[in-house]
């Protein structure tokens, strides 16, 4: 299958529900950028607020239309409810390559399995729809939770960034550098591969 950023792609598990992101989702998302701003705290693209909510979802469906990025809004089967966002980026057909990230859950979902889950069927989608050769993760080298849910997840370290990118405090940020090949996806069994 060759990725085609115009079609609209649903990844489903029993526990999750990924939807391509669009603006009808703007209320729902607009409930954590104003009660939970800290969510940001890592990240290179500051969601906090009405306003950076909407900026957030512009932007990520001007990158979804310029063939760079595709979004997604997690929707946990749980607790019948979105959970938050997550998306495909870096996608490099010629090379069959792609990064994970931009990944972001409200406080009631986080620890609740929702992360893995939704992991789960995006490296499904990517290795075993797709062909992608290698997926690629990163974290703010300050994000102790995120990497330790990467090195759990049997993602390989690579490395680190440093000062790669300017967090949304304005202070520098170093970017660890995970990945998993397709072998080593289809050699299993992972926690990944439940």
């Given at each position: 299958?060759?990725?085609?950023?115009?079609?609209?792609?649903?990844?489903?598990?029993?526990?999750?529900?990924?939807y391509p992101l669009t603006h009808s989702h703007f209320e729902e998302l607009e409930i954590f950028a104003k009660e939970e701003p800290e969510l940001w705290a890592y990240s290179m693209v500051d969601g906090?607020?009405?306003?950076?909510?909407?900026?957030?979802?512009?932007?990520?469906?001007?990158?979804?239309?310029?063939?760079?990025?595709?979004?997604?809004?997690?929707?946990?089967?749980?607790?019948?409810?979105?959970?938050?966002?997550?998306?495909?980026?870096?996608?490099?057909?010629?090379?069959?390559?792609?990064?994970?990230?931009?990944?972001?859950?409200?406080?009631?979902?986080?620890?609740?399995?929702?992360?893995?889950?939704?992991?789960?069927?995006?490296?499904?989608?990517?290795?075993?729809?797709?062909?992608?050769?290698?997926?690629?993760?990163?974290?703010?080298?300050?994000?102790?939770?995120?990497?330790?849910?990467?090195?759990?997840?049997?993602?390989?370290?690579?490395?680190?960034?440093?000062?790669?990118?300017?967090?949304?405090?304005?202070?520098?940020?170093?970017?660890?550098?995970?990945?998993?090949?397709?072998?080593?996806?289809?050699?299993?069994?992972?926690?990944?591969?439940?």
């Open positions: 299958m060759v990725f085609d950023f115009e079609r609209d792609y649903v990844l489903e598990n029993d526990r999750v529900c990924l906090s607020g009405s306003e950076g909510m909407n900026m957030y979802i512009q932007q990520a469906l001007e990158l979804r239309k310029a063939c760079q990025q595709y979004p997604f809004v997690v929707f946990d089967k749980h607790q019948n409810a979105i959970a938050g966002s997550t998306r495909f980026y870096d996608i490099q057909l010629g090379t069959l390559c792609m990064q994970l990230g931009y990944t972001w859950f409200g406080k009631k979902f986080q620890g609740t399995g929702i992360n893995l889950a939704s992991k789960q069927v995006m490296l499904q989608f990517a290795f075993e729809n797709l062909n992608m050769q290698r997926v690629e993760l990163r974290a703010d080298s300050e994000n102790l939770r995120s990497i330790s849910a990467m090195k759990k997840l049997g993602f390989t370290f690579e490395g680190l960034l440093r000062s790669n990118g300017i967090r949304r405090d304005g202070t520098r940020r170093s970017s660890s550098v995970f990945s998993m090949l397709i072998e080593e996806w289809l050699a299993g069994p992972t926690l990944l591969k439940a």
